[in-house]
């Protein structure tokens, strides 16, 4: 039976002795699994049935919005950029006297890089660590529990600015040179964007610990980032995984429409493939904090940043993008939207292709963002298993050096080509497949067993065409797992300009005409060695071919798909594909389809569709998306399966159940409660309505109150 949501703060309080009188568990109060991220005061138009309000900014204004939220009985938690924000104090000297106008991100012709009016993407010097704590420490004393510092992104076409200049000649003992020059420019200046961000958060993760233990109060850290599959897309550079190592205590996955349209190729055609990127997207940001146990987030978004699409598209796009958050089994932590007024107060044109006036947000979509945030907070299930998917224990290689190589002289492919060349046909297929980030070799070694951290795949894809390994022990730590009994794919050509790059493996004794040739030597096979070689306990199988040019072909997704079959093969693993990826988390099936069919049995409610209604033994269809809760599995007593807002006071006596629902003001309330009989009567704030019975569920709709409706169901 899904879990009871706690309501308001003090209704919690009241009622928790009153519920666990009656034998009801409460679940986890205290635990974090839902938030949503708000620039603006509460409002009864935008309470979201969340547990966690992420008040954006650290301005002098940001107590007031704390105490706001938190007057309604949520956590708080506050969020700013680290890359930009409303910091023209600090650009124009107020706050320590000296302008920092040089510290905004330049391209070669002069030109700032700006976000809004005299916003500008920052190149961070080390003032600007000094300068966010003072307002970090505002926030938290005004009672924040949590810090987010979101979006830590320097711009591959930036690298032009003065304080750049002069941190190059700091970091390198060299003198600066156009990034654009050289690949190796490009390269050096990469990894400096990259310290340059982990140094500023460094220092203000490092402020937040020390005032917290000073204040007796834990304060956590975290960084919402987009994913390093999306970062490396767009051209830009953060220092993903290194965070980990400076006092991060977790992510927040910025995986959303706007980053999981963005088109890439498959099969020799370029188009937006929004449910198999996002499905990518999310599962490197896993990837990220597995090795730590660091905590993650999956951010969704009922609609984007850019205004300009219909409601028809988000919906569609954000069931996409929400079907494949659901679709990685350990992460049951969510922030479920960012901005509610824009969501729930924005508006846009009603259908694709309609230029009419722009209307609000259906009622039927405020309604379904509402069920299945309820739905998001009860996905912490001990149950879990895959009803349909390909073979599992199978990933993709990918390092942070992949944002490196993405701008000037021989930048690699710029649709990411090399990584969704190996990667988009295992999705397209069916097959779980996991992006596995190198850095995570070497943390794991440092931390557990060497090894451990690889210990869950059986077969690994690896190309180092747009990407290189940052040391010589994420090589050696994948020549371990080989041995062990790994099958390793390569497919590289040796093509990649950036193999010349002055780095790790031609320097400081190394004489490699590429990382490629270190990692063989580490396994004991021929530098030149094309085919299939036994190694250890483990095969490796190398094709000498470009993974951007398979992305390209139209066969080249069949070659990949070979290849896996021949690696799972060589070490006992049956290979499958399969036409759906279906996920049972308890009560719960997330299903998406990537282009096959399949059915399920049973009796489910979708969640999904208009009036959630129970559908029997469905069908998964190619390009279905589904979020169902399967009656045979939420228990054998009358109970609530479905809500459209925040579930309290929920009480079952003899042939009643009640419950009062608090949702969001001028939205349609919804109820759907498993019944051994059709009722006799229901009830909404003590006036009788008609309920709709179908198939043992009874449906019953209402307007919201942010108070909530009291409703009262009897058979």
Known sequence: ??????????????????????????????????????????????????????????????????????????????????????????????????????????????????HGHEVWYMSPGKDYGSYLCVGVKRAIDAGAEAIHLEEPEYWVRAGWSENFKREWKEYYGEDWVAPDSSPEAQWRASKLKYMLYRRALGQVFEFVHNYSKQIGREVRCYVPTHSLINYASWGIVSPESSLIDVGCDGYIAQVWTGTA????????????????????????MQNLVRASGRRVWYLNDPIEDNPNHSWEDYRRNWESTLVASLLCPEVWRYEVMPWPNRVFLGRHQAQDGDNKERVGIPAEYATELQTVIRAMEDLKQEDVKWEAAGTPGVGVLVSDTMMFQRFGPRASDGDL???????????????????????????????EKAGDFLGRYRVLLLTYEGQKPP??????????????????????????????IREWWNTGGMKYAGPREHLFEAMGIPKDFVGVQKV???WVIRENESPARLAHDRDGAAKVLNWCRSAAKEVGLAWKQAGALVLRRGPYVVAGGVGGTVRLTGKY?????????????????????????DLARVGDKPCIVAAAGKVTQQKLEGRQLTATIEGIEGTQGALRVLLPSKPTSVTVDGKSVEPKWDNGVAGVTFESQPNGCDVEVKW
């Not at 999904?608 to 279905?624: K, N, Y």
Request: hydrophobic share 40%.
């Open 1 to 114: 039976m899904p879990r009871i949501i706690a309501g308001m703060m003090m209704r919690r309080l009241v009622m928790a002795a009153v519920i666990a009188a009656a034998g009801v568990a409460l679940g986890a109060q205290s635990e974090e699994r839902t938030c949503f991220q708000v620039g603006e005061p509460y409002s009864p138009k935008f309470q979201v049935a969340a547990d966690v309000a992420i008040v954006y900014g650290i301005d002098a204004g940001v107590a007031d919005r704390i105490r706001s939220w938190k007057e309604k009985g949520y956590r708080v938690h506050v969020m700013t950029g680290v890359a930009w924000g409303n910091y023209a104090d600090y650009v124009k000297g107020q706050f320590d006297g000296k302008e920092h106008y040089d510290e905004a991100q330049t391209e070669s012709n002069g030109n700032k890089i700006g």
């Open 536 to 538: 250890g306990s483990g």
């Open 471 to 500: 040391s010589a022990e994420v090589n050696e730590g994948i020549a371990r797992w080989v041995k062990a009994g790994g099958s390793l794919v390569v497919v590289d050509d040796d093509s990649d300009a950036y193999n010349g």
């Open 261 to 284: 349209r963005t088109p890439n190729f498959y099969d020799g055609v370029k188009k937006e493939r929004t449910f198999e990127t996002a499905f990518l997207e999310y599962g490197a």
């Open 417 to 447: 080509s090399s990584f969704y060349g190996l990667a988009m046909p295992l999705v397209k297929a069916g097959v779980p497949v996991e992006p596995v980030q190198m850095e995570s070799i070497v943390h794991s070694a440092s931390t």
């Open 605 to 629: 409610v979708d969640l999904f569709a208009e009036g959630q209604p129970v559908e029997v033994d469905p069908v998964i269809d190619g390009h279905g998306r589904r979020l169902l809760v």
